[in-house]
Nanobody
Framework: QVQLVESGGGLVQPGGSLRLSCAQSGFTLDYYVIGWFRQAPGKEREGVSCISVSDGSAYYKDSVKGRFTISRDNANNTVYLEMNSLKVEDTAVYYC??????????????????WGQGTQVTVSS
């Protein structure tokens, strides 16, 4: 059974950095997309970034381009989200999720089949 486990959240000051990890297990295929989503209190969940584990292609929400970097380590079945220059508005619970596909076309609008439990990111002075 597929499992996704996030880690790496925490409290950081504005301008600081965090690296989130999404450890995956249970996949029987080697082509799927991992996405990072976030949900702030009182707001709808939004897609942040996604990556194809088969070819490494990635996509970012406009507001995080240049600040966030998504990457994968297929040997360790882990996807990372490196977050730099964090802003107060980045505060949210961050989730990783997965669906089966080769590429990232429309990846932040697709229905995801598998979800992790989330990790809290708080950006505050």
């Amino acid at each position: 059974q597929v499992q996704l486990v996030e880690s790496g959240g925490g409290l950081v000051q504005p301008g600081g950095s965090l690296r989130l990890s999404c450890a995956q297990s249970g996949f029987t295929l080697d082509y799927y997309v991992i996405g990072w989503f976030r949900q702030a209190p009182g707001k709808e969940r939004e897609g942040v970034s996604c990556i194809s584990v088969s070819d490494g292609s990635a996509y970012y929400k406009d507001s995080v381009k240049g600040r966030f970097t998504i990457s994968r380590d297929n040997a360790n079945n882990t996807v990372y989200l490196e977050m730099n220059s964090l802003k107060v508005e980045d505060t949210a619970v961050y989730y990783c999720a997965a669906y089966v596909a080769f590429g990232v076309y429309g990846c932040l609008r697709r229905p995801y089949a598998y979800w992790g439990q989330g990790t809290q990111v708080t950006v505050s002075s």
